[in-house]
Structures are given as structure tokens and as C-alpha cells.
């Protein structure tokens, strides 16, 4: 079946690069998206990647998609404390039926 | 406008009572899903509508669940005869038909069954 897996914790030192990861299971996923979600929030999206792409960069952030190993990563670059958060990883097939979001993980950041 | 909006946004009812739930999804969008979140777990898909069709429903929707999307506009998610397991963020999203842009989330709908 489906299964979107991540790690729960993040704590990262302020200015520094986060690295969140993602494994998920399903091979024919088409998109494969990180959301944000902040305390009390609703989530929000924060990038997508289709599954015939390596890699997208939009400003801090960069996705890289090993699609072999059906593994997913988001690096934020000088993480702020606006960054902290929960990530979402999710994954979504063709048909659009409906997206399978992973546990979340949260990301502190350290003074 | 406004993004998807989700009324009420905080929900307190006795076990047992039934509670209905709405969600107006972004005008030009024809995909409409709803998700439970509980505390901790990220959010569990429940059912879909393209338009007014619903689509597809999830094990987790028990036969107390139903949703409805009656004009392909808003919907509504009512809950009978509630249960205390049923205490969760109910999350309302829509999207495009291509649905490449993701999904757009309401803020939820807090249910807190006593």
C-alpha cells in the first residue's frame, strides 16, 4: 500500500542548513509536495516536484527527488526562526485522486 | 478570493450528538477533499468530490460519516452520533483539476467530542 515515512525531530542551529527527509513507497507517485505547517495553522504548500525531475530549487529552498530509492529531501537554506514548523512530505499518483501525507516533521531551530 | 474557508473552526459536542461541518472551497476549483488530522499523525485522507460526484471514500469513514457536495460548490461533512475517537482537525482542501499547484487547505474545523 501506500506509505510516506519521516523522521519526527529536527533541531537545527539558526543560520544553518535544515535537511528533512522523506522515504515513501508508492512508484507510480507522479508529485511529490513539502507543506508547512505552523502552530494553530493550517497547511500550507510550500513546493512541489514531478517525478521526472532530479531536483527544484525556489529561493531558500531545494528539493532533491531520488526517485530510484524513493526518497525525498528538503533542504532550507539559513534556516530562520520562522522556519520553525511542522514539514509535511506527501505523495500523489496521476489518477489525482487524493494525496498521502507522511507523519510530519518538526523542525526547532537553536539560537 | 478568500482561499478555502471551513465554519465552524472550533466544535465542542456531547458523545452521541450529531455535528455538521462546512467547507467553500476556492471558486474555480473542481477537486474537493476532506482529511482528519489528530494530534501528532499527519492528515488522514476521508473522501473526494470532482464536483458533485463524490469520488472516492476512505476505510476511515465509517458509516456514522457522510459528506455531500450537492451543487459542486460548498460541501458539508456531518458526523452521527459522535464518539470521543472522533475528537480531530477535520481539514477541508481543493485544487484544480490538473491539481499541480497541490492542494489549497482551509484552517480545519477542530472537533473535540466530550
Known amino acids: 500500500g501506500e506509505d510516506v515515512e519521516q523522521s519526527l525531530f529536527l533541531s537545527v542551529r539558526e543560520g544553518d542548513s535544515s535537511v528533512i527527509n522523506c522515504t515513501y513507497t508508492d512508484s507510480s507517485s507522479t508529485y511529490l509536495y513539502w507543506y508547512k505547517q505552523e502552530p494553530g495553522a493550517g497547511l500550507q504548500l510550500l513546493t512541489y516536484?514531478?517525478?521526472?525531475?532530479d531536483m527544484k530549487q525556489d529561493q531558500r529552498l531545494t528539493v532533491l527527488l531520488n526517485k530510484k530509492d524513493k526518497h525525498l529531501s528538503l533542504r532550507i537554506a539559513d534556516t530562520q526562526t520562522g522556519d520553525s514548523a511542522i514539514y509535511f512530505c506527501?505523495?500523489?499518483?496521476?489518477?489525482?485522486?487524493?494525496?498521502?501525507f507522511g507523519s510530519g516533521t518538526r523542525l526547532s531551530i537553536r539560537p | 478570493d478568500t482561499g478555502v474557508s471551513q465554519d465552524p473552526r472550533h466544535k465542542i459536542t456531547k458523545r452521541g450528538q450529531n455535528v455538521t461541518f462546512r467547507c467553500d472551497p476556492i471558486s474555480e476549483h473542481n477537486r474537493l477533499y476532506w482529511y482528519r488530522q489528530t494530534l501528532g499523525q499527519g492528515p488522514e485522507f476521508l473522501t473526494y468530490f470532482q464536483n458533485e460526484a463524490q469520488l472516492e471514500k476512505s476505510r476511515l469513514l465509517s458509516d456514522r460519516f457522510s459528506a455531500e457536495r450537492p451543487k459542486g460548490s460548498f460541501s458539508t461533512l456531518e458526523i452521527q452520533r459522535t464518539e470521543q475517537g472522533d475528537s480531530a482537525m477535520y481539514l477541508c482542501?481543493?485544487?484544480?483539476?490538473?491539481?499541480?499547484?497541490?492542494?489549497?487547505f482551509g484552517s480545519g474545523t477542530r472537533l473535540t467530542v466530550v
Open positions: 516536484i514531478f517525478s521526472n525531475m
Open positions: 506527501a505523495e500523489g499518483d496521476s489518477s489525482a485522486s487524493k494525496i498521502i
Open positions: 482542501a481543493s485544487s484544480s483539476e490538473d491539481r499541480v499547484g497541490g492542494y489549497t
